[in-house]
């Protein structure tokens, strides 16, 4: 079983990361992670905050000589902010007070809440580990679960399908060609057209002060059928990705498959039929409106998973609040921030559903080694082809 905790605060000194359950003898360096951390921090919209960060990590423990010893795995991110907030964030008693406390709460942040939840008087002390910041740990964490998946031939895709309101038209192309076109957009989006407009929605809300959110796919080939269960609530894979997804900041829906559009049409519209392909002795489907997964179970099929990432809560023209210390209204001040990060997140989205996905497969092939899980997928793939 894959656990993982991620650790570190928004300006702090670093991210800290760690992830248990990953087999020995697999090869991992640095260069198999930064790469996916520089592309979380793509993206038209984004804040003056990605030009200061050029996310790369450190393996710190868990690998020697480019292999995992089948211990758990550290990983560390240094925030390059941290110069400008040593003090500010200093773990050392010394340093209290050398800045004001922060008394006003803005409307779609975890600040309110969470001030009156852990009591603190300073919403600095909420909004530093609520920050989006923290997915920077988890893509690196996701991009250890995606190189272990690649021995299965597992891939996963991500791309951005709609940004306020503004849907793509796209349809009949393969993820592999979903992918190309997505790593050459600032915003993940495969159609061109709808990119343009989506660029100039962004321009607008700039302008406006405000903020745009959207939807993105994501897209695993090559799952084998088997993965999850129906056998009780919390193995179902679904639930599972769901929850994966539902976990990053900002995320309000979840869709697998045909999604939400399955309550709309009759049954034998959703509903996929099944077929058999002789030559490659294989059970398949012409459509895949369940999205890859059938009664809580994988059988075959791409996963497709989308989720609604509402809008960044920080707005540059701001919603009335209250501060918490003189009760009195005021507008929210105003904070650097993203106006767009939907690109970024489809990125993240691709992390925690790796991590997922990497955890099913223990769970059902096990392996202390990657040499023994890969056996054991070996022989249950021959004997689902001999079915
Ligand atoms: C974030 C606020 C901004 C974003 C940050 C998430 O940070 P700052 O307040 O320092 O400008 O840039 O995202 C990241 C730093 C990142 O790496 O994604 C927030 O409040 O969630």
Not at 124 to 151: D, H, I, P, Q, Y
Not at 346 to 371: H, P, Q, R, T
Not at 372 to 377: A, G, T, V
Request: hydrophobic share 40%; aromatic share 6%; proline share 3%.
């Amino acid at each position: 079983m894959i656990r993982f905790l991620t650790a570190g605060e928004s300006h702090g000194q670093l991210l800290m990361g760690i992830i248990e359950g990953i087999p020995s003898g697999l090869e991992l360096t640095v260069s198999d992670i930064n790469p996916d951390l520089a592309r979380r921090q793509i993206g038209y919209g984004r804040g003056d905050r990605m030009r200061i960060e050029k996310d790369t990590v450190e393996i710190t423990c868990g690998v020697r000589w480019g292999k995992t010893l089948g211990t758990p795995v550290g990983l560390l991110i240094k925030n390059r902010d941290w110069v400008n907030w040593s003090e500010k964030m200093s773990p050392d008693p010394s340093s209290a007070d050398c800045m004001a406390a922060e008394t006003k709460p803005r409307p779609g942040h975890a600040d309110l809440q969470g001030i009156i939840k852990y009591s603190h008087n300073d919403t600095r002390n909420v909004l530093e580990r609520a920050s989006a910041r923290e997915t920077a740990m988890r893509v690196a964490l996701g991009a250890v679960a995606k190189k272990f998946l690649n021995l299965f031939d597992i891939n996963i895709f991500s791309h951005v399908v709609e940004l306020g309101g503004i849907k793509i038209e796209v349809k009949d192309i393969s993820p592999e060609a979903i992918m190309e076109k997505a790593e050459s957009s600032e915003l993940r989006c495969i159609d061109e057209q709808a990119e343009t407009q989506m660029r100039k929605l962004i321009d607008d809300a700039k302008k406006k002060g405000d903020t745009v959110g959207g939807v993105f796919e994501i897209i695993i080939t090559n799952a084998p059928t088997g993965l999850g269960s129906y056998s009780q609530w919390d193995k179902r894979m679904n639930a599972r990705l769901a929850y994966s997804l539902m976990s990053i900041q900002a995320i309000k829906g979840v869709e697998v498959g045909l999604g939400f559009e399955s309550a709309e049409r009759f049954g034998s519209a959703v509903h996929d039929a099944i077929y058999y392909d002789d030559e490659n002795k294989r059970f398949y489907r012409k459509t895949n409106r369940a999205g890859g997964i059938e009664g809580g179970i994988t059988n075959g099929e791409n996963i497709i998973l989308r989720a609604a990432m509402k809008p960044i809560a920080t707005l540059y023209s701001p919603l009335e609040s209250v501060d918490v210390r003189t009760k009195k209204p005021f507008k929210a001040s105003i904070e650097r921030s993203d106006i767009c990060a939907v690109p970024a997140a489809s990125v993240v989205g691709e992390a925690m559903a790796a991590i997922e996905m990497a955890n099913a497969m223990l769970e059902k092939f096990g392996g202390d080694s990657v040499e023994e899980s890969k056996r054991n997928y070996l022989a249950y793939m021959e004997y689902v082809k001999g079915i």
